[in-house]
């Protein structure tokens, strides 16, 4: 029979390694504790070189893109596709692009004093199509997490085997085992040869 069982979780150390051994791996699966003692690595890094000007902003930028194989990988080990990661980008992005073109416009139109109907009603409008856009995307982020949270799927799926649950070998009493046990004498160990009585030698 065939049997799955849990590996232990990985430790700090364990985990790094994991993850820089495969730093631009997008296909496979990465379990939990993999994931996050690495995401825990990148946020305290972050934290540590925001103060430094320029060279913080490159080395959070670099750690930040080698975050997105592990984000796919993990999404894998719960069966889900990578591209849960690729929309919650890509909204960010335009979120991020569509309110600099807005603020852009308003403030051009608050310095040339164009005061209108039309444009309190822009003002309006873009106001509102941002904060539902923000409650969109904490809606969505907060499904994520969660998606992140989830064990490993036991199985194999379709982008690879478990990285936690591996088959264990267990192996079943055969017929033939049994009725060699059961031939033995009583009081004898099997395996054993029984000692003649020592007047039989004599």
């Given at each position: 029979?065939?049997?799955?069982?849990?590996?232990?979780?990985?430790?700090?150390?364990?985990?790094?390694?994991?993850?820089?051994?495969?730093?631009?791996?997008?296909?496979?699966?990465?379990?939990?504790?993999?994931?996050?003692?690495?995401?825990?690595?990148?946020?305290?890094?972050?934290?540590?070189?925001?103060?430094?000007?320029?060279?913080?902003?490159?080395?959070?930028?670099?750690?930040?893109?080698?975050?997105?194989?592990?984000?796919?990988?993990?999404?894998?080990?719960?069966?889900?596709?990578?591209?849960?990661?690729?929309?919650?980008?890509?909204?960010?992005?335009?979120?991020?692009?569509?309110?600099?073109?807005?603020?852009?416009?308003?403030?051009?139109?608050?310095?040339?004093?164009v005061h209108t109907s039309s444009y309190d009603a822009f003002s309006i409008?873009?106001?509102?199509?941002?904060?539902?856009g923000l409650l969109i995307g904490i809606i969505y982020n907060i499904v994520?997490?969660?998606?992140?949270?989830?064990?490993?799927?036991?199985?194999?799926?379709?982008?690879?085997?478990?990285?936690?649950?591996?088959?264990?070998?267990?192996?079943?009493?055969?017929?033939?085992?049994?009725?060699?046990?059961?031939?033995?004498?009583?009081?004898?160990?099997?395996?054993?040869?029984?000692?003649?009585?020592?007047?039989?030698?004599?």
């Amino acid at each position: 029979m065939k049997e799955l069982t849990a590996l232990p979780q990985l430790e700090f150390d364990e985990a790094i390694s994991a993850a820089w051994k495969k730093l631009a791996q997008f296909n496979g699966r990465s379990r939990r504790s993999e994931y996050w003692w690495t995401k825990l690595a990148v946020v305290v890094l972050n934290l540590v070189f925001m103060w430094m000007p320029l060279f913080g902003f490159v080395i959070n930028a670099m750690l930040n893109l080698a975050l997105i194989p592990i984000e796919f990988r993990r999404l894998h080990d719960t069966g889900r596709s990578g591209w849960w990661y690729g929309v919650n980008l890509i909204g960010a992005f335009v979120y991020a692009v569509t309110y600099v073109v807005l603020m852009g416009f308003a403030i051009w139109q608050s310095e040339n004093y164009v005061h209108t109907s039309s444009y309190d009603a822009f003002s309006i409008n873009a106001s509102i199509w941002l904060i539902l856009g923000l409650l969109i995307g904490i809606i969505y982020n907060i499904v994520y997490i969660v998606l992140l949270c989830q064990d490993s799927q036991e199985e194999e799926n379709k982008y690879g085997p478990s990285p936690k649950y591996v088959e264990k070998d267990t192996e079943e009493e055969t017929p033939e085992a049994q009725s060699v046990q059961g031939a033995a004498s009583p009081g004898i160990k099997t395996g054993t040869i029984p000692q003649e009585p020592i007047c039989n030698k004599i």
